[in-house]
């Protein structure tokens, strides 16, 4: 079987600017949801994927908010550019989060939804931003699979739990289960369903899925240690 | 000179929280924060903003809120957060005795998200 990467997919989340350190001029807040007052605990769940995978189209499927975007610049020397006076050449990679919200419990849980960009050299990123989280939801195309990688390496060296989500776009093949684990290097235990980003219903199944496990995970990681 | 020091990511929120650089562990992306009182004439230019967002606000907002609504950076915003704890501007919505673990919030969130559907 081949998992032959699209070609020349676009990098269409990154900007990459020549680092100026310069400070736009205040602007206007952009209009934010307030957390109602009922709220006393919040939660975090990554989505998590390669580019185009549909992390922004399932954050706005399930949240009751406007999904809002963030962005982190991360400066990034690149190794062997010198100039005259020695100083490494710097570029800022600026990294656009966007995220969403669930209120539940009656009113007392914020579930933040969180999309992060899969790719490895955002890993200093993910130990900030990702720390915490209850588990990770990890979107998958089967046209490339291999875009998944970054982000299971990411996930498995950060300790985070996860669940793994094939979005079925229009030409995507279909494997058998058995071949995709394999070719997703995947746990035994992971699990592996299929979603449709653009679907609220089927959204939440696979968060849904991916609960149940990170409950069962737990409720294992707790028996281990009491042996 | 190299290294980390001209970095001008080590040296901005440094520079823009007047002190502290590094975030408190419990102030995450998804931390919500509620207004406190206190003077806000003696803070920065960019923690002014944040109390600003607060002004006649009836609910918290989480790191990540505060962030897409400034337009910061969030691992600025989780250290400007993280001092305006510190400095009782905010505080977090929760008793400050945390005693649900984690098992039941986990639980919750399952019980939650199946309601949704
Ligand atoms: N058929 C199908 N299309 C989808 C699905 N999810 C997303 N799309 C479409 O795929 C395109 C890309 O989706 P996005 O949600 O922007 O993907 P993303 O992962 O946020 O992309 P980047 O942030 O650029 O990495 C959009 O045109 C979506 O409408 C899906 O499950 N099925
Ligand atoms: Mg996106």
Same mark, same amino acid.
């Given at each position: 079987m081949d998992f032959a990467p699209l070609s020349d997919r676009a990098d269409r989340t990154d900007r990459t600017d020549e680092s100026t350190g310069a400070e736009g001029a205040d602007r206007a807040d952009r209009s934010v949801t307030y957390v109602p007052a009922t709220v006393t605990r919040s939660a975090k769940i990554v989505v998590a994927g390669g580019f185009g995978v549909g992390k922004t189209t399932l954050i706005g499927s399930v949240s009751e908010v406007r999904p809002l975007r963030m962005e982190e610049p991360i400066t990034q020397a690149s190794a062997g550019v010198d100039d005259l006076r020695g100083t490494p050449h710097k570029t800022t990679t600026t990294v656009a989060m966007d995220f969403g919200r669930i209120h539940m419990a009656g009113g007392r849980i914020a579930l933040y939804l969180f999309g992060l960009p899969g790719q490895s050299r955002f890993q200093p990123l993910w130990e900030d931003l990702a720390e915490g989280a209850l588990g990770c939801l990890v979107l998958a195309d089967t046209r490339d699979l291999d875009a998944s990688h970054d982000a299971l390496g990411l996930l498995d060296s950060a300790g985070i739990p996860y669940a793994v989500a094939i979005n079925t776009f229009p030409g995507s093949p279909s494997y058998p289960e058995a071949e995709l684990r394999e070719a997703l290097a995947l746990d035994p235990a992971t699990p592996l369903t299929y979603c449709d980003a653009r679907d609220r219903t089927s959204s939440l199944h696979a968060l849904i899925t991916l609960t149940e496990y990170l409950s069962e995970h737990r409720s294992a990681a707790l028996l281990e240690s009491r042996r | 000179m190299s290294g980390p020091r001209r970095d001008p990511d080590m040296v901005r929120p440094y520079v823009r929280t007047q002190g502290r650089i590094r975030a408190r562990?419990?102030?995450?992306?998804e931390s919500v924060v509620i207004a406190a009182t206190g003077p806000t004439d003696t803070l920065g230019p960019d923690a002014r903003r944040v109390m600003r967002l607060f002004a006649g606000a009836d609910g918290g907002l989480a790191v990540a809120d505060i962030a897409a609504a400034l337009e910061l950076p969030p691992s600025t915003v989780r250290i400007l957060v993280s001092s305006l704890m510190d400095s009782g501007h905010l505080s977090s919505p929760? #008793? #400050?005795?945390?005693?649900?673990?984690d098992f039941d919030l986990l639980q919750e969130v399952l019980r939650g998200l199946r309601s949704l559907v």
């Amino acid at each position: 079987m081949d998992f032959a990467p699209l070609s020349d997919r676009a990098d269409r989340t990154d900007r990459t600017d020549e680092s100026t350190g310069a400070e736009g001029a205040d602007r206007a807040d952009r209009s934010v949801t307030y957390v109602p007052a009922t709220v006393t605990r919040s939660a975090k769940i990554v989505v998590a994927g390669g580019f185009g995978v549909g992390k922004t189209t399932l954050i706005g499927s399930v949240s009751e908010v406007r999904p809002l975007r963030m962005e982190e610049p991360i400066t990034q020397a690149s190794a062997g550019v010198d100039d005259l006076r020695g100083t490494p050449h710097k570029t800022t990679t600026t990294v656009a989060m966007d995220f969403g919200r669930i209120h539940m419990a009656g009113g007392r849980i914020a579930l933040y939804l969180f999309g992060l960009p899969g790719q490895s050299r955002f890993q200093p990123l993910w130990e900030d931003l990702a720390e915490g989280a209850l588990g990770c939801l990890v979107l998958a195309d089967t046209r490339d699979l291999d875009a998944s990688h970054d982000a299971l390496g990411l996930l498995d060296s950060a300790g985070i739990p996860y669940a793994v989500a094939i979005n079925t776009f229009p030409g995507s093949p279909s494997y058998p289960e058995a071949e995709l684990r394999e070719a997703l290097a995947l746990d035994p235990a992971t699990p592996l369903t299929y979603c449709d980003a653009r679907d609220r219903t089927s959204s939440l199944h696979a968060l849904i899925t991916l609960t149940e496990y990170l409950s069962e995970h737990r409720s294992a990681a707790l028996l281990e240690s009491r042996r | 000179m190299s290294g980390p020091r001209r970095d001008p990511d080590m040296v901005r929120p440094y520079v823009r929280t007047q002190g502290r650089i590094r975030a408190r562990e419990d102030v995450r992306l998804e931390s919500v924060v509620i207004a406190a009182t206190g003077p806000t004439d003696t803070l920065g230019p960019d923690a002014r903003r944040v109390m600003r967002l607060f002004a006649g606000a009836d609910g918290g907002l989480a790191v990540a809120d505060i962030a897409a609504a400034l337009e910061l950076p969030p691992s600025t915003v989780r250290i400007l957060v993280s001092s305006l704890m510190d400095s009782g501007h905010l505080s977090s919505p929760v #008793a #400050a005795i945390d005693d649900q673990p984690d098992f039941d919030l986990l639980q919750e969130v399952l019980r939650g998200l199946r309601s949704l559907v």
